[in-house]
């Protein structure tokens, strides 16, 4: 037998799926799972005739690797992850290579990374994206971590991952530490983001117009075939026209609670720590928490005085202005997501290609749209660019569907049905494009009860001021610090 590739540890839906690909690609593979029956029968199963070698055991994993070893471990992000890098150390040598494909947090990975490398070994943590199919078929891949690591392991990684329209990768190397990772937590606070959305114009066009699920499902289909085409649109178009074998409709059967992973969560506290506004994605993630409290919404229903006004207007130009509406709020999710990435790089010394990031996401990932190739354009033309919605193509496209944003906005509020996720994607769009915002007396309210200082605006920036407002204060103001 010869020695194989890469070595995978861990047979659930995306390690299966992963490693028949990269067998698939030309490449040898050894498996392992914890629970080795897995392993034999995958081996007798989906991976019969093929080039799989099936370990028993983690040091036979190993010993039957090429060097330098490359093990990949997709098992359950946690404490699960430190567990096989502590059982994989001693069979391991000098410049082998952990790779893990979870979905890690980024603290966990930056922290692993310098583990792994004091061991004398190096690491990378690889965002995977694209569920079972991309696993199957090429996902969207996001490594980080060592950076000597990258070249023993780019060619597999390119080989299987998606490829776009012209034949580009959609993988390349992140930048040191947890940043494949981090980039991998973005890419699902935008997903997060984007669900939310369509679900929020799913909502508008059955409950405020009326549209039956065939009539969303022909919307959808229009939709998919223009400037919103994309995976999230394309599955809701086939959602909706989905029935079960006796003829209902499956969409309207399933309970309205959502779940989560947590990698929402992750996105939008990072945006808390750094600094930066993400409320699109801290919307989404509070609509899924809202949704889980289901039994306590239904008595809410019937307490609480409200009806959902029926739509009394054109539906055909409403729902060109829903088109509208979430075009421009995707924008502003995917702006406030590359806020969040520019903030890390700083705070972490990552050297992101934020094009690149985006040619990651053209292919293979839940997340991937047409318009993802005019964000890579924005930073080839700026790659200083501070924010996508400065780029003019972006720029023109919300300045157009303002008004249709807005319309939209104003009749679901009057409707009475929530659009959490695309009406504070309107708030930061004016927000964001105004020169001056009502913080000036929050400042002062921060002075008043807490001597928390302020900046004036005929002073320099830098210097800061206190007032003795109610004359009964004395001199001494608090530490200026910034949140």
Not at 216 to 244: C, P
Not at 379 to 387: G, H, K
């Amino acid at each position: 037998m010869p020695q194989m590739d890469i070595g995978l540890i861990g047979l659930a839906v995306m390690g299966e799926n992963l490693v028949l690909n990269m067998e698939s690609k030309g490449f040898q593979v050894a498996v392992f799972n914890r629970t080795v029956e897995k392993v034999d029968k995958f081996i007798a199963g989906r991976g019969a005739g093929k080039n799989f070698y099936g370990a028993h055991s983690i040091e036979e994993l190993c010993a039957n690797l090429k060097r330098p070893r490359k093990v990949m471990l997709l098992v359950k992000a946690g404490s699960a992850v430190d567990d096989f890098i502590e059982l994989l150390l001693p069979h391991l040598e000098p410049g082998d290579i952990i790779i893990d494909g979870g979905n890690s947090h980024f603290p966990d990975t930056i922290r692993r990374t310098k583990y792994v490398e004091s061991k004398g070994l190096l690491y990378i943590g690889t965002g995977v994206s694209g569920g079972e199919e991309g696993a199957l078929l090429g996902p969207s891949m996001m490594p980080g971590g060592s950076p000597a690591a990258w070249p023993h392991v780019k060619e597999i990684f390119q080989t299987i991952c998606a490829q776009t329209d012209t034949g580009e990768p959609c993988c390349d190397w992140v930048g040191e530490g947890g940043a494949g990772h981090f980039v991998k937590m973005v890419h699902n606070g935008i997903e997060y983001g984007d669900m939310q959305m369509i679900c929020e114009t799913y909502q508008v066009m059955g409950q405020g117009l009326g549209l039956s699920n065939a009539e969303m499902h022909q919307v959808f289909t229009e939709w998919n075939a223009g400037e919103l085409d994309s995976y999230l649109i394309e599955i809701t178009r086939d959602i909706l026209g989905y029935k079960d074998e006796n003829g209902k409709e499956v969409v309207d059967l399933i309970l309205d609670t959502a779940g989560q992973k947590g990698t929402g969560k992750w996105t939008a506290i990072a945006a808390l720590d750094e600094g930066m506004p993400l409320t699109l994605i801290g919307e989404a993630v509070f609509a899924r928490c809202l949704s889980a409290i289901k039994d306590e919404r239904v008595r809410a229903a019937k307490a609480l005085p409200g009806d959902v006004k029926t739509f009394d207007g054109d539906k055909k130009a409403f729902v060109d202005d829903l088109r509208q509406a979430l075009y421009a709020s995707k924008l502003v999710s995917y702006a406030q997501g590359y806020q969040l990435m520019r903030a890390a790089a700083a705070h972490y010394g990552w050297n992101l290609n934020y094009g690149g990031i985006a040619l990651m996401w053209r292919g293979g990932c839940i997340i991937r749209s047409v318009f993802l190739g005019k964000i890579k354009e924005a930073f080839e033309n700026n790659p200083d660019l501070e924010n996508l919605l400065l780029d003019p193509f972006f720029a023109d496209v919300v300045g157009k569907s303002q008004a249709a944003w807005r319309r939209v906005v104003v009749k679901a509020t009057e409707m009475g049905i929530p659009m959490p996720a695309i009406c504070s994607a309107l708030n930061f769009f004016d927000g964001y494009r105004c020169g001056r915002l009502p913080a000036n007396l929050l400042q002062a309210q921060r002075d008043y009860f807490g001597a928390h200082t302020y900046e004036r605006v005929d002073k320099p920036r830098g210097e800061w001021f206190h007032t003795n407002w109610t004359g009964r204060g004395g001199d001494t103001a608090a530490s200026t610090y910034l949140a």
